[in-house]
C-alpha cells in the first residue's frame, strides 16, 4: 500500500505531442501509486498551440499556471519545421531563470547492454549562458560571429548547484570540465569560480579536467567520475553521450531548475511515428518526473518508483525498445510496463543498486553578496572591419595616415590571428580584420573611439563591430592575438 504524503503539492502538466499523452498518462500512474500527492494544472503546449500562430508553442496563460505552480513536468512536443518557429525548451528555460540541467546517467547491466556496466554519474550542465545566448551576426561576406557569455554569477549558481546535490545525494566528487586551456577568460573565470566553491564543500572531492580528455576519460572509464558540472555547449553535448553510454538514450529523464521554477522531462522528443500504438517506453519521463518528487521533497515517494522500476527491469519486462531475446522475458506496451512498475510498488532490486533520494535537506542555493567591484579602466579598442581583398601591410599603412591623436593601431589580426606587425606570409586571410588601438600615456576616452570611427568613416573603411578594451585592477582584461 502507497503512503501518501499529507499536502499536495501544485505541479503543472503538458501532455505534449506525438508520444507524450501516453507517456505522460503512464508516468503520472506510476508516481501517483507510490504516493505522489499532486495537486495538477494541466497547460496546452506545442503543435496545437504553433498552429494557432503561437510562434513560442506556449499559449500566454500558461505562463500563469508556471508562475503559480513553480514545477513544470512536461511530456515532448513536436516543433513545426521550418524557419519561425521557437524551441520551446529554450523559451521556458530562459524565460524563467532555469539555470542549471541535470541529467543522471546510470548502467542497468546486464538487463540493458551497455559497454560500462559500472557507470553511474550526473551531468549538471550550465543552461542559460555561454554561445547558448544565440547572440550571433553575420559581419562580412565570410565571416559570422557567435558570443560566447560566462557570468560570474551565472558560474557560482550551476557550480554552487553541483555541489549542493552531491551532498544532499550523498555523491562523493564533483568534476567541473572546461577549455580554459584556450578561452582562458571565459571558460577561465567557470574554473576560477568552481575552484572558489570547492574550497565550501571540504567534504567533496573535486578536480578540473580540459574538456576534451576529460570526455575521452568519461567514455573510456566512466566509473572514475561522479557529479560533473560545465558549462553549456560541453554539458548539451556531453549528457547525450553520457546518456547514450548508459545503452539508451530513451531511458533518460532531466531536471532543469531555476530559483523561481523548474522543469522536469524525457530527454528524448516527441516521436511521432510511433504515437497512438501503445509502443512507446515511458522511463524517460518517468526518470524525469523521479527528479521532480525529489525537487518538491517527495523524495520517499520518488524512491518507491524508482525501485519498482528497477525491479520491473530486472524482472525482463521490457519495451520494444530495449528488448533483447536473449535477455528480456516478456515484450510490453506502454500501458504494461507501467502496470508492471505498479505491481512492484514496494519493492527493492536484487541485483541492480537501489535507488536513494534526498529526503527533506534543503539544498543552500542563496545566492552569495557579490564582491568589491573592480577598477574599471578603458585603455583602447578594438575596431573590426570589413575589407575584401586587403591585406594587413596595405590596412595599416591606411590607418596610419590617418594620423590619429592620442591613439595608435598596435596589432592587426585575423580570425584571431596576428598579421600585422611582422606576420607571417603563410596564415591565411578571410576579409574580416580586427585593428586594435590603444592609449598613448592618458586613460581612453569614448570621445578617441568617435575620432578613430569617425576617420576610418571617411578614409572608406567598413566598420562592423568594436569592442571596448580594459584594465580591471589594473590587470588587462581581454585576449591578445595568436602570435602577439
Not at 539544498?363 to 567591484?373: E, G, I, N, P
Amino acid at each position: 500500500m502507497a503512503v501518501m504524503t499529507a499536502k499536495k503539492a501544485p505541479v503543472t502538466v503538458a501532455y505534449g505531442d506525438g508520444i507524450g499523452p501516453e507517456i505522460m498518462d503512464a508516468t503520472l500512474r506510476i508516481i501517483t501509486a507510490a504516493g505522489a500527492a499532486l495537486d495538477i494544472e494541466r497547460i496546452e503546449i506545442g503543435e496545437s498551440v504553433y498552429n494557432k500562430g503561437l510562434s513560442n508553442g506556449i499559449e500566454p496563460s500558461a505562463w500563469d499556471s508556471l508562475r503559480r505552480t513553480k514545477v513544470f513536468l512536461k511530456a515532448p512536443i513536436t516543433t513545426p519545421q521550418g524557419g519561425g518557429f521557437k524551441s520551446l525548451n529554450v523559451t521556458v528555460r530562459k524565460t524563467l531563470g532555469m539555470y542549471a540541467n541535470v541529467r543522471p546517467c546510470a548502467s542497468l547491466h546486464p538487463y540493458v547492454a551497455t559497454k560500462n556496466p559500472k557507470m553511474d554519474l550526473v551531468i549538471v550542465r550550465e543552461n542559460e549562458e555561454d554561445v547558448y545566448g544565440g547572440i550571433e551576426h553575420r559581419q562580412t561576406q565570410q565571416v559570422v560571429q557567435c558570443l560566447k557569455l560566462i557570468s560570474r554569477p551565472g558560474s557560482e549558481r550551476v557550480v554552487r548547484y553541483a555541489f549542493e546535490y552531491a551532498r544532499a545525494n550523498a555523491r562523493k566528487k564533483v568534476t567541473c570540465f572546461t577549455k580554459d586551456n584556450i578561452m582562458k577568460m571565459t571558460d577561465g573565470l567557470f574554473h576560477r569560480v568552481f575552484d572558489e566553491i570547492a574550497k565550501e564543500y571540504p567534504d567533496i572531492e573535486n578536480e578540473h579536467w580540459i574538456v576534451d580528455i576529460g570526455a575521452a576519460k568519461m567514455v573510456d572509464t566512466p566509473q572514475a567520475f561522479d557529479v560533473l558540472v560545465m558549462p553549456n555547449l560541453y554539458g548539451d553535448v556531453l549528457s547525450d553521450v553520457a546518456a547514450q553510454m548508459t545503452g539508451s538514450v530513451g531511458l533518460a529523464g532531466s531536471a532543469n531548475i531555476g530559483d523561481h521554477c523548474s522543469m522536469f522531462e524525457a530527454i528524448h522528443g516527441s516521436a511521432p511515428r510511433r504515437a497512438g500504438q501503445n509502443l512507446a517506453n515511458p522511463s524517460g519521463l518517468l526518470h524525469g518526473a523521479l527528479l521532480m518528487l525529489s525537487h518538491i521533497g517527495q523524495g520517499d515517494v520518488a524512491e518507491r518508483a524508482h525501485n519498482a522500476w528497477l525491479r520491473t527491469i530486472e524482472d525482463g519486462i521490457h519495451t520494444y525498445d530495449i528488448y533483447d531475446a536473449a535477455i528480456s522475458k516478456q515484450k510490453v506496451g506502454t500501458r504494461e510496463f507501467a502496470d508492471a512498475v505498479i505491481e512492484r510498488i514496494g519493492q527493492r532490486p536484487e541485483h541492480l543498486r537501489a535507488a536513494t533520494y534526498a529526503k527533506g535537506a534543503a539544498l543552500q542555493l542563496a545566492v552569495r553578496a557579490a564582491a568589491a567591484s573592480s577598477r574599471k579602466v578603458p585603455v583602447g579598442v578594438d575596431v573590426f572591419i570589413d575589407r575584401p581583398g586587403g591585406n594587413p601591410d596595405e590596412i595599416a599603412a591606411a590607418i596610419q595616415a590617418l594620423a590619429l591623436r592620442g591613439v595608435k593601431l598596435t596589432v592587426i589580426a585575423n580570425r584571431g590571428t596576428k598579421v600585422w606587425p611582422n606576420g607571417n606570409p603563410d596564415t591565411f586571410w578571410s576579409d574580416h580584420w580586427s585593428c586594435r588601438f590603444e592609449r598613448d600615456d592618458a586613460p581612453f576616452s569614448a570621445e578617441q573611439t568617435v575620432q578613430i570611427l569617425s576617420a576610418l568613416g571617411r578614409a572608406g573603411f567598413d566598420v562592423v563591430k568594436t569592442e571596448g578594451l580594459y584594465e580591471f585592477d589594473g590587470e588587462r582584461a581581454y585576449s591578445l592575438a595568436q602570435g602577439q
